[in-house]
């Protein structure tokens, strides 16, 4: 057995079943032996991205790995780990390297020293005799404590070797969870329970945990307000009284309130990161911060208290706890009523902008027939970089796990395609639609053939507006004398060449019909764009 075929074995040992690449990497054809499906992207960063997609949908029980070549193909992912970086997502990603003896020669790539600072972990084989404990080691990190992207350069030279027969038997590692002392959980209950206007920040560890059900209780048991952060969107139903909706930059004006006006923040499952794409959380409070890396505790946001550990066992365990405290059924706060003022409200403030009549179509009306015509329990939402994610993250209602799917942190435009394709891989049963811009099309576009060719069918909806609206203003003289900003294009026509149902809208009045006749072609085969012809809004749900 070569090493190559050593990796492919392993692969169909740890349950891998799907593999995405682009060519050429020597893998794809041991895979294909072991009857494991390889998938082709027209890209690296869309099979990256695409493995992305898919294992934030599988919740750390099934892992996206991608494969590519030496060289280019290795050069050309590195925007696709960063993205499955800074949201901690578990992939692995196999890129030959370079024959040993030319790896350190100038010009060649070297994948573990050029990816070092957006990786989980990093390590080229170097002898065949290694291969089975450098797969073990990425499959513990894969599976165990924080998630994030895991790379094994597969140096092409030794990998093509015969492994000798004692080096070929594989250990599969198993993951373990943990839980914060007891003593750190009462020291939290106690906090909660004396809090006068305390709320929970759910992040995606709440999601990749499988700690939805416990949020809820736990949300219930004391009556509490819940913000989600863009990735924990859809962590709990939007439509629940305690919901208070999720936030990028852009957010609810419920969210808004109670991140100003809590004493108390009980952060479940989130890194707390300070960026342009989250909430920045006020000083002064008392924060309480459950994570499962112990990097992110006290990194941008302080807190008084922190609950290392896995989020769904944290939760219950806090649960319990606080049924002890002050029983099984128990408390009422009388916050379901508040949220619902606030929220009645902020909707009150959108509505004539979510049922718009203009044309070009404004964006928040198209985000509004998105929300009322498609069936949200069997569906997956996802949005592109730039105004559609500000436009999208209040306004869609997620009421399933995972029915929306929020990323961000660093934002690499095109993103939408190839993770809704890795979402329809994963949860094929599913309606798979992204919102995406003209700019972000440029990015992955040709991506809406792969999803044809491959049997994962989506949906993309591109707002046409001839520009970038997420810089209203921005860069004038360059834009005046120099045009930058501003691009054509007839994208349904982009997608009928390549396989795909195009659709143009025009019209309010033909954005619902789009969208059925959209989820019918997806249910035949085919993938579907809808070309919008939008507006430049540049409203935001900001405060
Ligand atoms: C790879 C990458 N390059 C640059 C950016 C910066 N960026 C964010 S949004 C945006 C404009 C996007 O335009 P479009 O997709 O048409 O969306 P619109 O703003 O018009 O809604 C740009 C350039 C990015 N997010 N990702
Ligand atoms: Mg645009």
């Keep these: ?204 560890g709440v999601l990749s945990s499988g700690g939805c059900n416990e949020l809820k209780e736990l949300a219930e048991l004391i009556e509490i307000p819940v913000f989600t952060t863009m990735e924990g969107k859809s962590a709990i139903d939007e439509r629940h009284q305690l919901a208070l909706g999720a936030g990028s930059g852009a957010t609810t004006w419920p969210a808004h309130k109670w991140i100003n006006e809590s004493d108390l923040v009980l952060a479940i499952g989130t890194s707390l990161s300070k960026n342009n794409y989250t909430q920045e959380m006020p000083r002064g409070k008392t924060v309480i911060h459950n994570t499962i890396s112990s990097h992110d505790v006290n990194k941008d946001t302080p807190s008084e208290l922190a609950l290392l550990g896995d989020s769904k066992l ?42 718009s009549e203009e044309k070009p179509l404004n964006t928040y009306r198209v985000i509004h027939e998105i929300n009322n015509t498609i069936n949200r329990e069997k569906s997956i939402v996802t949005h592109d970089a730039g105004a559609p994610r500000d436009s999208i993250v209040p306004f869609f209602t997620a009421t399933t ?11 690499h435009l095109g993103f939408g395609i190839p993770l809704s394709i890795g979402a329809k891989l994963a949860s094929p049963e599913n309606f798979c639609l992204n919102l995406m811009g003209d700019g972000a099309f440029g990015m992955s576009g040709t991506d809406v053939e792969t999803a044809g060719r491959i049997s994962a069918p989506i949906t993309t909806v591109l707002l046409n507006n001839k520009g970038m609206a997420t810089y209203p203003g921005g860069f004038p003289t360059a834009r005046e004398h120099y045009g930058i900003s501003h691009m054509v294009g007839n994208y349904a026509m982009i997608a009928e060449g390549m396989g795909a149902k195009g659709i143009t809208v025009e019209h309010p009045s033909e954005l619902q019909p789009a969208l059925k006749n959209a989820m019918q072609y997806n249910d035949n085969g085919d993938s579907v764009l809808i070309d919008v012809h939008s507006n430049m809004e540049s409203k935001k749900s900001r405060f």
């Design 1 to 204: 057995m070569t090493g190559t075929e050593l990796i492919a074995h392993i692969l169909k040992l740890e349950g891998i079943d799907m593999v995405t690449c682009f060519p050429s990497n020597a893998l794809i054809e041991s895979v294909a032996k072991e009857g494991i499906r390889p998938v082709m992207f027209r890209h690296e960063r869309g099979a990256i991205m695409a493995a992305d997609g898919f294992s934030r949908v599988n919740d750390r029980k099934k892992f996206g790995v991608a494969l590519m070549q030496h060289a280019a193909g290795a050069e050309n992912s590195v925007g696709a780990i960063a993205q499955a970086f800074s949201d901690n997502v578990p992939i692995l990603v196999l890129p030959g390297g370079h024959p040993i003896e030319q790896k350190y020669v100038r010009p060649n790539f070297s994948a573990v020293d050029n990816y070092k600072n957006i990786v989980k972990s990093a390590e080229t084989i170097y002898t065949t005799t290694q291969i089975s404990d450098i797969m073990r080691r990425a499959f513990h990190a894969l599976k165990n404590g924080p998630p994030g992207p895991v790379v094994v350069e597969m140096s092409i030279d030794i990998c093509e070797k015969e492994v000798p027969s004692s080096a070929t038997s594989y250990h599969s590692p198993v993951p373990s969870s943990t839980v914060p002392s007891l003593n750190n959980i009462k020291e939290a209950v106690k906090l909660i329970l004396n809090a006068k206007n305390p709320m929970i920040w759910a992040g995606a």
């Design 314 to 355: 944290t939760m219950a365990t806090l649960i319990d706890e606080i049924k002890g405290e002050i029983g099984e059924k128990g408390r009422k706060t009388n916050i379901s009523k508040k949220i619902a003022k606030e929220k009645d409200k902020w909707t009150r403030e959108w509505m004539p902008i979510l049922t």
């Design 401 to 411: 796990p995972h029915s929306y799917i929020g990323w961000g942190k660093t934002t």
